[in-house]
């Protein structure tokens, strides 16, 4: 698909539909916390887990939707290819699936790719004399590969994304690029540190013009609590001697808090969520901005940016060499009817 490509229209049907997409347009309509920028989706939390969270992912992902939060997770992955599924329902039509894939591949290096599509639903466009055009979607796509390496407590990665964005049905459309760089370092065991800066260089290329996409950069700090650690008692192979081994506790309390700052933001917004698995696989969670935008001003712990969320991890089946974990998360969207959002996601990790 060129880069710029349309159809041949005349001036009254071309004016007619360059408003509507402009009006229709699923970057103006994908969330508030995008302040209606060009692919204004980008700027989502991605997932499940993620929008549970609040978007406080940066420190904390670690399954392969969290690719879009931090490029530099792969690395940490086990040597099996994982796969993700997210699909969040925002009303008025709109749809946001994402889907990712992501793997160790040896000696400290990692992969991943994926692939984010939004669609705002579907209307009849209509001609500056009010002519009817026909039913046209729009529609934003964009397709990723990431890469990473780690180190003993250090991993970095990049993410490069091919852009799409048009008006299906019209022959409108635009193309570009974009690039995600991110970090993230565990600490002793005792905390982990991320930082992401999305959408270098980004833009999107129209027929007769070029829009840039806004710079945002994240920072989080994560740490967990555990709440018993399990003992286990081993005897030394060369001196016969036993010895007491501390292991993680199955159940424990995750905190994360996170700063981010958008390039069309007045100000950098903070964020605190936390996550509790009471017991082994099954876990609930919960965030909110503490502090940002509202309307252009400043204000602490704005209501309406708030989201929670559950997340089962399920039985095996059978004699199958995967583990399957099902996510749901209910966040504020400011343009549904309901003021609700749902997403579920799916995690499917091979172990064989």
């Not at 904390?60 to 490029?71: I, K, S, T």
Request: hydrophobic share 45%; proline share 6%.
């Amino acid at each position: 698909m060129a880069s710029g490509w349309h159809r041949s229209l005349s001036s009254p049907v071309k004016l007619g539909c360059t408003f509507l997409l402009v009006l229709g347009s699923p970057s103006l309509l994908a969330q508030a916390l995008s302040e209606g920028t060009a692919a204004g989706y980008l700027q989502r939390p991605v997932g499940a887990r993620s929008l549970g969270l609040v978007g406080s992912y940066t420190a904390v992902a670690n399954e392969p939707m969290g690719l879009f939060a931090n490029p530099s997770i792969s690395a940490w992955f086990m040597p099996k290819p994982a796969f993700g599924l997210s699909i969040s329902l925002l009303g008025l039509g709109r749809t946001y699936t994402s889907f990712a894939y992501a793997q160790a591949i040896g000696n400290g290096f990692g992969i991943g790719a994926g692939v984010q599509s939004f669609s705002a639903g579907s209307f009849i466009a209509r001609d500056l004399n009010g002519e009817p055009l026909g039913e046209h979607t729009p529609h934003d796509l964009a397709i990723s590969l990431s890469g990473s390496f780690r180190w003993n407590f250090l991993s970095v990665g990049v993410t490069g994304k091919y852009l799409w964005s048009g008006l299906v049905g019209a022959g409108i459309s635009a193309s570009g690029a974009a690039a995600d760089i991110g970090a993230l370092f565990h600490v002793a065991d005792l905390f982990s540190f991320g930082v992401t800066a999305r959408n270098l260089g980004a833009f999107l290329q129209w027929e007769n013009h070029r829009a840039p996409l806004p710079l945002a950069i994240s920072a989080g700090v994560a740490t967990e609590v555990h709440f018993a650690p399990r003992i286990s008692r081993r005897r030394s192979p060369i001196t016969g001697e036993e010895y007491v081994v501390r292991l993680p506790s199955e159940r424990y309390l995750l905190l994360a808090l996170e700063l981010r700052y958008g390039q069309t933001t007045r100000r950098p917004s903070l964020c605190a969520a936390a996550e509790v698995i009471p017991l082994p696989g099954f876990a609930l969670r919960g965030g909110a901005i503490i502090f940002g935008d509202e309307l252009g001003r400043a204000r602490w712990f704005p209501i309406d940016r708030i989201g929670g969320g559950i997340s089962v991890q399920l039985p095996m089946i059978g004699a199958l060499p995967i583990g399957l974990q099902m996510d749901y998360a209910l966040t504020h969207e400011y343009t549904s009817p309901s003021r609700l959002a749902h997403t579920v996601g799916l995690t499917v990790q091979l172990t064989q």
